[in-house]
């Protein structure tokens, strides 16, 4: 494989957290951001306005029941009780009894409706980063760690979770009672109301500064979880066991893993805490409030004055707790608000990466099912990036339907990304590929996937059955199918020879199989699939020589009758190759067929002679 696609080290760490186009240096979050992060937000609920206005009318119910209290407690201390009239007073406790029931259902239906609303809208996001990712070159993959991925996916996405089902409805839900709590104060006493409204300001100065302290704290965070998942996604798999384990380095890993995960720890207690202090002051000022008008209303009182009735104090008073409770949650809920911004704008970026490979508007429809598999590389040139050079240049090829060609060459040459080109895995930058004359630009994904097989070098399986891994190629493909191209990847045996079977679980990355037997199981799922061109990727370079000639036999049953570009690592497996093509630093230096290029004691003759003392080149 070409050194420019090769993967990162295992367990490297990036503090910069890469990005589809190279480390991305963090930079400060301006109001314009929290502004447009707002406004996506608020997009996300769109689809379900409906079920949104009617939470909110529930929401709204509820605090208008909730105020009902205080004013039959008012009617019960200045009328019932000094006029002793029980039908009233019955009245009046029946009527809060009352109140509390039918604001209790409400609140379990606004509950039912918020949650219902929050996950789909988390289902929805989940699903659209998903998407967008599998819509992303390989060198995407290439270039982003295996963790940082699925990190941004569980831990940012998971985290989120609170804001989106239950967040912005306790944020409404409490914004709605102080309203309506704030008017009845109004109604009951002007005065009093705006004496308690004088300290609103400096609350919610109060709760942007924490919610930016925290939010700063959060982002930090983040990084750190995604570098935890980094380590575990590398370092627990199994081939990162292996490699820990033959390499002695568990000790340095744990070791790695403690100090990410304590680093985590004292930004969680930071974030906890962040502004504390500042919160405990307003709850404090909230619960010295009523214990002030009593004061007041006293003091008047006793100075010969008549500020308010009793029952009008009681009202208040109860209504200044009632405030105290949804102005807490409203001041922390915002703080909790500005912090998950953090994570919002993690996944937005995931998002607004670039589609390097665009999906064609309008696709020229080729059927896999007739498509001839002629393959043409027209004056293709390629680079990964401007600063290593091209990794092709000018490379001018025609595979004819049915025919056989080879790629040759040292490591680093373009042999692989050559290949790579012909499945559209990146876009060339100069030049065309095209298969029947279609720019592969120009087709679909489907039909793209189903024109072209790829058997790498390395053999990748899923932790699930042997025949969930062949259906993957082709799901609705029946038993007899999957023991056909078995068969004919000479696998079948082995196979039904397991405990279970096709049903037998491979396990991880197909650990429980020999690379030779991984390598058959491949050739069968592409069998499956059937595509009229095929790419070989160095398909039996890792494999000892008994092991190859079984492998081969299979690739040369999986070659017949379709159009074959076989990336060759042992010469000899390529020798009966139509053409073959040799490659020195993306440049198509000798093409001919072997006896051509072996008369011509060039690059290949050095090749195979190389083959033939045993120097096998490097993969």
């Given at each position: 494989?070409?050194?420019?696609?090769?993967?990162?080290?295992?367990?490297?760490?990036?503090?910069?957290?890469?990005?589809?186009?190279g480390?991305?240096?963090?930079?400060?979050?301006?109001?314009?951001?929290e502004?447009?992060?707002?406004?996506?937000?608020?997009?996300?609920?769109?689809?379900?306005s409906?079920r949104?206005?009617?939470?909110?009318?529930?929401?709204?119910?509820?605090?208008?029941?909730?105020?009902?209290?205080?004013?039959?407690?008012?009617?019960i201390?200045?009328?019932?009780?000094?006029?002793?009239?029980?039908?009233?007073?019955?009245w009046?406790?029946?009527?809060?009894?009352g109140a509390a029931?039918?604001?209790?259902?409400?609140?379990?239906?606004?509950?039912?409706?918020s949650?219902?609303?929050?996950q789909?809208?988390?289902?929805?996001?989940?699903?659209?980063?998903?998407?967008?990712?599998?819509?992303?070159?390989?060198?995407?993959?290439?270039?982003t760690?295996?963790?940082?991925?699925?990190?941004?996916?569980?831990n940012?996405?998971?985290?989120?979770?609170g804001?989106?089902?239950?967040?912005?409805?306790?944020?409404v839900?409490?914004f709605?009672?102080?309203?309506?709590?704030?008017t009845?104060m109004l109604f009951?006493?002007?005065?009093?109301a705006?004496?308690?409204?004088a300290?609103?300001?400096?609350?919610?100065?109060l709760?942007?500064?924490v919610g930016?302290?925290?939010?700063k704290?959060?982002?930090?965070?983040?990084?750190?979880?995604?570098?935890?998942?980094a380590?575990v996604?590398?370092?627990l798999?199994?081939s990162?066991?292996v490699?820990?384990?033959?390499?002695?380095?568990?000790?340095?890993?744990?070791?790695?893993?403690?100090?990410?995960?304590?680093?985590?720890?004292?930004?969680?207690?930071?974030?906890?805490?962040?502004?504390?202090?500042?919160?405990?002051?307003?709850?404090?000022?909230?619960?010295a409030?009523?214990?002030l008008?009593?004061?007041?209303a006293?003091?008047t009182s006793?100075?010969?004055?008549?500020?308010?009735?009793i029952?009008?104090?009681?009202?208040?008073?109860?209504?200044?707790?009632?405030?105290?409770?949804?102005?807490?949650?409203?001041?922390?809920?915002?703080?909790?608000?500005?912090s998950?911004l953090?994570?919002?704008?993690?996944?937005?970026e995931?998002?607004?990466?670039?589609?390097?490979?665009?999906?064609?508007?309008?696709?020229?429809?080729?059927?896999?099912?007739?498509?001839r598999?002629?393959?043409?590389?027209e004056?293709?040139?390629?680079?990964?990036?401007?600063?290593?050079?091209k990794?092709?240049?000018?490379?001018?090829?025609e595979?004819?339907?049915g025919?056989?060609?080879?790629?040759?060459g040292e490591?680093?040459?373009?042999?692989?990304?050559?290949?790579?080109?012909?499945?559209?895995?990146?876009?060339v930058?100069?030049g065309?590929?095209t298969?029947?004359?279609?720019d592969v630009?120009?087709?679909s994904?489907?039909?793209?996937?189903?024109l072209?097989?790829?058997?790498?070098?390395e053999t990748?399986?899923l932790?699930?059955?042997?025949?969930?891994?062949?259906?993957?190629?082709?799901?609705?493909?029946?038993?007899d199918?999957?023991?056909?191209?078995?068969k004919?990847?000479?696998?079948?045996?082995?196979?039904?020879a397991?405990?279970?079977?096709?049903d037998t679980?491979?396990?991880?990355?197909?650990?429980?199989?020999?690379?030779?037997?991984?390598?058959?199981?491949a050739?069968?799922?592409?069998m499956?699939?059937?595509?009229p061109?095929?790419?070989?990727?160095?398909?039996?370079?890792?494999l000892?020589?008994?092991?190859?000639?079984?492998?081969?036999?299979?690739?040369e049953?999986?070659?017949?009758?379709?159009?074959?570009?076989?990336?060759?690592?042992?010469?000899?497996?390529v020798r009966?190759?139509?053409?073959?093509?040799?490659?020195d630093?993306g440049?198509?230096?000798?093409?001919?067929?072997?006896?051509?290029?072996?008369?011509?004691?060039?690059?290949?003759?050095?090749?195979v002679?190389?083959?033939?003392?045993?120097?096998?080149?490097?993969a």
């Amino acid at each position: 494989m070409d050194a420019a696609v090769a993967t990162k080290e295992p367990f490297a760490m990036d503090e910069t957290n890469p990005t589809p186009s190279g480390p991305r240096p963090v930079r400060a979050i301006t109001k314009s951001d929290e502004s447009l992060d707002l406004r996506r937000i608020v997009a996300l609920f769109r689809p379900y306005s409906r079920r949104v206005a009617m939470v909110a009318g529930l929401i709204f119910l509820s605090a208008i029941l909730g105020l009902a209290q205080p004013f039959l407690i008012r009617e019960i201390v200045d009328v019932a009780l000094p006029d002793r009239d029980t039908t009233l007073l019955t009245w009046l406790v029946l009527g809060m009894v009352g109140a509390a029931i039918i604001g209790s259902a409400l609140d379990v239906g606004q509950t039912l409706l918020s949650n219902t609303v929050g996950q789909r809208v988390m289902h929805d996001l989940r699903t659209k980063v998903y998407d967008h990712l599998q819509k992303m070159s390989l060198a995407f993959f290439t270039r982003t760690r295996s963790g940082e991925v699925q990190s941004r996916i569980a831990n940012d996405i998971g985290g989120m979770q609170g804001v989106v089902t239950s967040t912005v409805t306790s944020l409404v839900s409490s914004f709605t009672t102080v309203a309506a709590t704030l008017t009845a104060m109004l109604f009951l006493d002007w005065r009093l109301a705006l004496a308690t409204l004088a300290v609103v300001p400096l609350f919610v100065w109060l709760t942007r500064t924490v919610g930016r302290m925290r939010r700063k704290i959060v982002t930090q965070r983040q990084k750190r979880l995604a570098d935890m998942s980094a380590i575990v996604e590398e370092s627990l798999s199994v081939s990162g066991i292996v490699l820990t384990r033959t390499m002695g380095r568990a000790p340095d890993l744990v070791s790695r893993f403690a100090d990410s995960s304590s680093t985590v720890a004292d930004l969680e207690v930071r974030s906890a805490m962040a502004g504390r202090w500042r919160m405990a002051s307003v709850q404090v000022a909230f619960a010295a409030m009523p214990a002030l008008v009593y004061w007041i209303a006293g003091y008047t009182s006793a100075n010969g004055g008549t500020f308010v009735t009793i029952g009008t104090l009681v009202a208040f008073t109860t209504l200044q707790t009632r405030l105290l409770m949804p102005m807490v949650t409203l001041l922390r809920l915002g703080v909790e608000v500005q912090s998950s911004l953090a994570l919002f704008t993690r996944v937005f970026e995931y998002l607004d990466t670039p589609i390097d490979v665009r999906e064609p508007e309008h696709p020229v429809r080729l059927d896999p099912a007739t498509a001839r598999g002629a393959v043409r590389f027209e004056h293709v040139s390629f680079a990964y990036d401007e600063r290593s050079g091209k990794t092709l240049d000018d490379i001018d090829l025609e595979v004819p339907a049915g025919g056989t060609l080879a790629i040759v060459g040292e490591t680093g040459s373009g042999k692989t990304t050559l290949g790579y080109l012909v499945g559209r895995m990146y876009d060339v930058d100069e030049g065309r590929v095209t298969i029947d004359g279609v720019d592969v630009r120009d087709l679909s994904q489907d039909d793209r996937s189903g024109l072209v097989g790829v058997v790498a070098q390395e053999t990748y399986l899923l932790h699930s059955s042997v025949g969930d891994n062949l259906r993957f190629a082709k799901p609705d493909a029946t038993d007899d199918e999957l023991v056909e191209a078995a068969k004919a990847a000479q696998i079948h045996e082995l196979i039904a020879a397991l405990p279970d079977g096709y049903d037998t679980v491979v396990g991880e990355r197909g650990y429980r199989f020999s690379g030779g037997e991984k390598q058959r199981l491949a050739i069968a799922r592409a069998m499956l699939r059937n595509p009229p061109v095929l790419v070989l990727d160095e398909a039996t370079s890792a494999l000892d020589t008994r092991t190859e000639h079984a492998v081969q036999q299979a690739l040369e049953r999986l070659s017949e009758d379709r159009t074959t570009i076989a990336i060759a690592h042992r010469l000899s497996t390529v020798r009966d190759a139509d053409r073959i093509v040799v490659l020195d630093k993306g440049r198509i230096v000798e093409q001919g067929s072997h006896d051509e290029l072996l008369a011509l004691s060039g690059h290949y003759a050095a090749l195979v002679e190389r083959d033939r003392e045993g120097q096998t080149l490097p993969a």
